[in-house]
């Protein structure tokens, strides 16, 4: 079956610091990834998306970056955290019919 | 690029009451998502659309698809107080395999 899992549920970051979430997909092959920004009761802002390995479009520029190791693993870093970072961080794939998303990752940066 | 505005932004209703939610997109569409969001939770899929016309319902809430208005509708009848959320369309780029999402509707029923 087609699942996409994303980790952590919550972080705690300070501003400076690093980040690292990871999205991968179980199910299907070469898919269509894309990291999502949410801010509270809004829509989702496209950060970067990914139509194959290494290849990656970014929409924002920001101090965020996108990396594609493998082909169904989709990784949002950034070196150095800012207060403006903070926000729901969602991850999805899509198909033809349907595009499937992780549960999400909330991150506050303190 | 393409931009989906949702209207109205904020949306409160007595439960029992029908509504309409409005997805307009700035480019032509090649399909269309609905999604429905608790917040601080992800996405639930309600359905898809992809020809001009179409229409698709789940359970009380009807969607449908008008490509020369470059625009969907999303119509809940009967209201309840758990349709309340976000509701949120998305719109893939036919060039570019871009997804895009609209500004979302904030949907609160009160009984």
């Known amino acids: 079956s087609q699942t996409i899992h994303q980790w952590p549920a919550t972080l705690v970051q300070p501003v400076g610091s690093p980040l690292s979430l990871e999205c991968t997909v179980e199910?299907?092959?070469?898919?269509?990834l894309y990291w999502y920004r949410q801010a509270a009761g809004r829509g989702l802002q496209l950060l970067f998306y990914?139509?194959?390995?290494?290849?990656i479009s970014s929409e924002v520029p920001q101090n965020l970056s996108a990396s594609r190791p493998q082909d169904r693993q989709f990784i949002l870093s950034s070196k150095k955290l800012l207060l403006s970072d903070s926000g729901f961080y969602l991850c999805?794939?899509?198909?033809?019919?349907?595009?499937?998303f992780g549960q999400g990752t909330r991150l506050t940066v303190v | 690029s393409q931009e989906l505005e949702q209207s109205p932004q904020s949306l409160i209703v007595q439960e029992g009451k029908n509504l309409t939610i409005n997805c307009t997109s700035s480019k032509t569409l090649y399909g269309l998502y609905w999604y429905k969001q608790k917040y601080g939770e992800g996405l639930i899929f309600l359905m898809m659309?992809?020809?001009?016309?179409e229409e698709k319902s789940h359970e009380k809430i009807t969607a449908k698809l008008d490509e020369k208005k470059q625009q969907s509708s999303l119509h809940i009848t009967a209201s309840q107080p758990s349709h309340a959320g976000i509701y949120l369309c998305?719109?893939?780029?036919?060039?570019?395999?871009?997804?895009?999402f609209g500004t979302g509707t904030r949907l609160q029923v009160f009984p």
């Open positions: 999805a794939w899509r198909t033809n019919t349907e595009a499937f």
């Open positions: 199910g299907t092959s070469n898919p269509n």
């Open positions: 998305g719109a893939p780029n036919y060039n570019t395999d871009k997804l895009i």
């Open positions: 659309l992809q020809k001009g016309g």
């Open positions: 990914s139509v194959g390995i290494g290849q």
